[in-house]
């Protein structure tokens, strides 16, 4: 009696619900009838001792009994019981269809060849000025990079050959070994995946249809970029291996420092140095932005270091969009430091009439330390 031409289910005498309890009750009750032990020389028990043996093995995994619902004994006969490696010929490809019906692509594999590899994307690093970075621009870059072969036009095969099925895995690209139950599927290392082989490789390539060389590329930069800005150039990366599609190109802008402003976003910062009388006074400062423009800032009298002052519209334009961010003026009082005599002799005299209200955090200070130190 052979395991393959009776029910696994009829064998143990369960039904097809059954339970994993009761198929390992029912087994355990057949193994103990059958058993060679208590049938020495029978070859009928012996036999059928080895079909429950069988049966039990493979409805007691999960995974087996599913596959055996489905597709009954031909999921374990087709390309299963050979040795560790092979070619995925039509038995094999179908026992690979089984799996990935019921397990999904992990076990069986997408059948048919391997697609075509893209190419690799490049990254290319550039510095540019804040004034770049405000009125944008065109630059160019040279770069080595992987390009079509103008001798094969990218195919890989001399001119006027063509191409042939790989012999180890018969044009399908794929090659499976088993290991234990499952079968893995991996891309044939023949053909790299492909199905077909060179019959002459191109001489300039050598059949890679790809060679590399120096590539001048046009880059454009748009207003408003900041560091850490990604420009994406399709198709300007590597070319595919014998003719697939390039990968990308990958602009990373990075800004210098400028030596007037400092950016946060579209917002341009200044810090600009006034004299105490100003200060003191006010006034006005021009201040130019990087249109060109001249701004023209008023200060109020008796402002204070740290102060910031907003000019509206006057900073970096938003980065595909409309309008600009504003330039914030921050005030730096300068205490001068080279006094004539005559100036001395001025502030001597601003000191003699000083009463407190004219610095009334000075003052406040000092009541604070009054206070809190009883003097």
Known sequence: MSATEIDFYDLLGVSRDADGATIKSAYRKMAMKYHPDRNAGCKENEAKFKAISAAYDCLKDPQKRAAYDRYGHAAFQQGMSGG??????????????????????????????????????????????????????????????????????????????????????????????????????????????????????????????????????????????????????????????????????????????HVVFQREGTTLLSRVPISFTTAALGGKVEIPDLAGETNVVDIPSGIQSGRQLRVRGAGMPVLQGRGRGDLVVEIAVETPTRLSKEQKAILEQFRETETGDECPECRGFFEKLKSAFGA
């Open 84 to 257: 560790g490696g092979g070619h995925p010929g039509a038995d094999f490809a179908d026992l690979g269809d089984i799996f990935e019906t019921i397990f999904g692509s992990a076990f069986g594999g997408a059948a048919g060849r391997q697609q075509a590899r893209r190419g690799a994307d490049l990254r290319y690093d550039m510095e540019i000025g804040l004034e770049d970075a405000f009125h944008g621009k065109t630059s160019q870059i040279e770069i080595e990079v992987s390009q079509n072969c103008d001798t094969c036009h990218g195919s890989g095969a001399t001119p006027g050959t063509s191409t042939r099925g790989c012999n180890l895995c018969n044009g399908y690209g794929k090659v499976r070994a088993k290991q234990g139950f499952f079968v893995v599927e991996r891309p044939c290392p023949n053909c790299h995946g492909r199905g077909e082989v060179l019959v002459s490789p191109c001489r300039d390539c050598g059949g890679e249809g790809r060679i590399d060389r120096p590539q001048t590329i046009d880059v454009e930069i748009p207003p408003g970029v900041d560091t850490g800005t990604r420009i994406r150039l399709s198709g300007k990366g590597e070319a595919g291996p014998r003719g697939a599609p390039p990968g990308d190109l990958y602009i990373f802008v990075h800004v210098r420092p």
